[in-house]
């Protein structure tokens, strides 16, 4: 192990996705702020398993690293574009939604170029010795290990696939596997007559198109199952996306706990829904693939509403799904060459954390307590700052996972890890407010249109700000915020 020990990082990110890798761009230019980010792959990567021919981001292009929070930033997609030589090509596409093998070629470019981003580095393990972060590191190509000391910790790691309890029976089958895995395993596909997608969000809508494109006319059977009563379309009007401004975040954190689970689950044509456009075009497709022969000409079945209970390998080969009617209750059993679970994905503990995890307060459920900074709350014990990005879906709303508050998340660890204003924020983002107005009197102040002022210290913070249990107060009424807008894999 190399035992020379570097003078401390003022913040380490552990995971280089596009949430941290903003924090990373937004933090490279900050004058004596010293950063690192380390993640254990050898290049940035974003969800290659999805990166379909034609399939495009559910956000508009202001959506990149940095763009919404300092468009001047060198590493904003425009710059990208002007670096790439296709400002033109980009200007006469005339679309707002970048296709998203693009959007990943600009965060490998970002990756690629930000000296504070440490790839093939993985984070071991993560120690508390006061007053700072002990991270053990482990060079993943010659194994070679190291340590670094931090004040403040980023956790960036990213969300995993979601592989439902009904479908356990099925875990390492060569012909069932996670929509995260689709273009690595499309081959594994070949000979099959008979394919099942199951989920009816944005992933689960690109793989029975793409799957469409590929089997017309060679009388293979795509079958698409869904849960959801139907094939609702995600919820774009303008209005409605104000559900993904801050303003909605923070009346969101506001609420009490019982109803934030409950919104997050009643919410999902917000962030688990298709787009109108891809429903369409399989719509188009099926119209054409149709014309002049009977509907049901084609070998294609839609069936929302549909449960699967249970799913094994069948005793002749093949797989059996057992099937559950949600309206009617009706039961039946479907036989299957083989299933892509397009069932979403969800945060998890790093293993690299296993060693502050009685150091942390965590919640009734076992998921982080995050305050509005986004800051983890600790044991008395614990004072550095210990802050996450999308794995708090549960105290921040559907717009946790969703790349157009991505920078502005960034901005706000930023400025919390520095203790000053390093980025102004506006104060009002959204015209809906969301909450009952408070009683009226001298003290009902409307909400000011202004930039939130914030404190201004000079330079990093030379010491972690103390840190006990975080207090999530319950007001009576909400404060009057807005609303925000969550994400699949496409958003």
């Avoid at 020379?4 to 933090?27: E, H, Q």
């Avoid at 007053?131 to 931090?150: H, I, K, M």
């Avoid at 139907?230 to 609420?255: N, Q």
Wanted: overall charge negative; hydrophobic content about 40%.
């Amino acid at each position: 192990m190399d035992t020379s020990t570097p003078p401390p990082y003022d913040l380490l990110g552990v995971g280089i996705g596009p949430f941290n890798l903003s924090l990373a761009a937004l933090a490279e230019p900050v004058p004596g702020l010293r950063t690192l980010f380390c993640d254990q792959r050898p290049e940035f990567r974003w969800h290659p398993g999805m990166l379909v021919d034609g399939a495009r981001m559910q956000v508009p292009f202001l959506a990149d690293l940095v763009s919404l929070v300092d468009p001047t930033s060198p590493w904003s997609f425009l710059n990208y574009l002007r670096d790439q030589d296709r400002l033109f090509p980009f200007y006469f596409a005339e679309r707002f939604q970048l296709p998203r093998r693009e959007y990943d070629h600009y965060c490998r470019w970002a990756a690629e170029r930000l000296a504070n981003c440490r790839f093939g580095t993985e984070v071991t393990a993560l120690h508390w010795e006061a007053p700072w972060y002990r991270a053990e590191l482990t060079d993943t190509a010659t194994g070679r290990r190291s340590e670094v000391r931090a004040r403040n910790l980023a956790l960036g790691v990213g969300t995993r696939p979601v592989l439902p309890e009904a479908f356990a029976a099925l875990a390492g089958h060569p012909r069932a596997f996670h929509s995260a895995e689709y273009l690595d395993r499309r081959a594994d596909l070949a000979g099959a007559r008979d394919i099942t997608v199951v989920g009816s969000g944005q992933s689960g809508a690109e793989v029975f198109l793409d799957l469409l494109r590929r089997h017309e006319g060679d009388d293979v059977r795509l079958r698409w199952l869904t849960r959801t009563r139907a094939l609702a379309p995600m919820e774009y009007s303008k209005l409605g996306l104000e559900h993904f401004t801050p303003d909605y975040t923070r009346y969101f954190h506001g609420l009490p706990a019982a109803v934030r689970d409950a919104l997050v689950t009643a919410q999902w044509q917000l962030h688990k829904a298709a787009s109108a456009e891809t429903l369409a075009e399989i719509h188009d497709h099926l119209y054409e693939r149709t014309i002049g022969r009977p509907i049901d000409a084609a070998p294609v079945e839609i069936t929302p509403g549909t449960a699967v209970d249970a799913a094994r390998p069948g005793p002749c080969g093949g797989l059996e799904l057992h099937c559950r009617h949600t309206d009617s209750g009706a039961e039946h059993l479907l036989r299957t060459d083989a299933v892509v679970l397009a069932t979403g994905y969800r945060a998890a503990r790093p293993a690299a954390l296993e060693p502050l995890a009685e150091l942390i307060d965590w919640d009734e459920a076992g998921r982080y307590r995050v305050d509005q900074d986004h800051r983890v709350a600790t044991r008395p014990g614990l004072t550095g700052g210990l802050y996450v990005q999308n794995a708090e879906l549960h105290t921040h709303g559907v717009g946790t996972p969703d790349l157009g508050l991505g920078a502005h998340r960034a901005a706000v660890i930023l400025n919390a890890v520095t203790g000053r204003t390093v980025h102004r924020l506006p104060g009002r983002t959204a015209w809906t407010g969301f909450a009952p107005p408070g009683p009226a009197g001298p003290a009902d102040q409307p909400t000011p249109a202004g930039p939130v002022e914030q404190p201004t210290p000079a330079g990093p913070v030379e010491q972690p700000t103390p840190a006990g249990p975080v207090e999530q107060p319950t007001p009576a009424v909400p404060r009057p915020q807005e609303l925000t807008r969550a994400a699949t894999v496409g958003r």
